[in-house]
């Protein structure tokens, strides 16, 4: 591990300033940024702590929704009563990463900016395009059993590891950030990106912004769920994760959202089964042909051509979970 200096910002404005600096980087609960210092995936000269910073509130907002802090650990957010009864998919999902210690030090903004677990990521011997561009990327033809199956490139086929953000991008949150210039906000499907050419660069952040706060709209209506698929039941990543949302009136479905986790580089939003599923009858049939829409275009890597069918029939089950759930 190199060396580096550390500091402990008091407010906003300071921590940007600092971060500033040759080699800053923001440190939250340090979970996931640590790691990657120790196999040198990531090297900042200076780090700059932002998990003290007074953006540790989640508050009702004017609109009915949620203001969360980004500083909140996964463990306060996931307990929170408005969370649990409003947005239950989310809650769901943070109970369902990582464990019970990492959930209490871990931090939203950490949380969504969490980088991916690709072995080759955190192996500084073996060729990674997004740890040293250029350089190749190994999973292509190696062991890539957890590994993208929509919206890869050549360059990288890695899959962005977050539970919460999957629920976050169908509840369809937006984010908010500070830096020199200024506060801007971003919606949450703008704010992770694909691989194409550039694998290292996984977010539309600007160098040095600070996440401040995510923010929830009203609970939507309908049925939600978050359900995960994994090796283990805990303590284990994403191979596939959904959340889905549908609203049934009368004999059919008014509206539903699909977003997928653990195959691709980014929450993966399934406009176009969404589409098909609306006017449809709530059944098994609509659930299964939108699963089969969701994997549309999707491709395996040899290791991971079983997430294709798993994703499939995973989101034909959370929407029959989540149409369940309205009937009450
Ligand atoms: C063994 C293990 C198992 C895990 N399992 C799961 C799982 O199943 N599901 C899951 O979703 N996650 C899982 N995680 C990941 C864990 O949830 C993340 O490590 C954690 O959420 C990161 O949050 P943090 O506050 O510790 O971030 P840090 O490690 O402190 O930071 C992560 C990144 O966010 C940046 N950052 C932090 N705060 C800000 C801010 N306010 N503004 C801008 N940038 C910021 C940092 O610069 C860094 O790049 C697991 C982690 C481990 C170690
Ligand atoms: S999939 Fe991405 S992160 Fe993994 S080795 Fe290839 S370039 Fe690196």
């Known amino acids: 591990m190199r060396a580096f200096t550390y500091e402990r910002a008091i407010d906003a ?49 004017e609109e009915g929704g949620l203001r969360i802090g980004s500083a909140i650990t996964n463990s306060d957010l996931a307990a929170d009563r408005r969370v649990r009864e ?14 019970g210690q990492l959930r209490n030090q871990a931090t939203t903004a950490g949380n969504l900016l969490q980088r991916t677990r690709c072995y080759y990521f955190y192996d500084p011997s073996k060729p990674c395009n997004k740890r040293a561009p250029g350089s190749g990327c190994s ?11 929509l919206g890869a490139s050549d360059a990288c086929i890695a899959v962005h590891p977050s539970d919460m953000a999957v629920a976050m991008a169908a509840l369809e949150a937006e984010i908010e950030v500070q830096s020199a210039s200024g506060h801007r906000r971003l919606k949450i499907a703008d704010l992770h990106r694909l691989p194409g050419t550039t694998p290292q660069k996984e977010t539309n952040l600007a160098e040095g912004e600070l996440i401040t706060a995510v923010v929830l709209p009203p609970p939507p209506a309908g049925g939600q769920i978050y359900r995960k698929v994994r090796d283990r039941a805990s303590y284990a990543f994403a191979l596939v994760s959904v959340a889905a949302l549908v609203d049934v009136e009368g004999e059919r479905i008014r509206t539903a959202r699909i977003v997928m986790g653990g195959v691709a580089h980014k929450p993966w939003r399934a406009l176009a089964a969404e589409q098909g599923l609306v006017g449809a009858a709530p059944v098994a049939d609509s659930f299964a042909a939108a699963g089969e829409a969701a994997v549309a275009g999707a491709k395996g890597h040899g290791h991971n051509d079983f997430k294709i069918a798993l994703a499939s029939r995973t989101v034909a089950r959370a929407l029959a979970d989540a149409a369940a759930q309205k009937k009450g």
């Open 13 to 61: 404005e300071q921590a940007v300033r600092a971060v500033a600096r040759p080699g800053g980087r923001f440190i939250a609960g340090g979970t996931n940024l640590l790691d990657l210092m120790k196999v040198e995936a990531e090297t900042p000269a200076h780090l700059v702590d932002v998990s003290r910073l007074p953006f540790m509130e989640i508050a009702d907002t």
């Open 86 to 99: 409003r947005y239950p998919m989310l809650a769901r999902a943070l109970l369902n990463g990582a464990s």
């Open 139 to 149: 999973a292509l033809q190696g062991f890539n059993r957890i590994h993208a199956v």
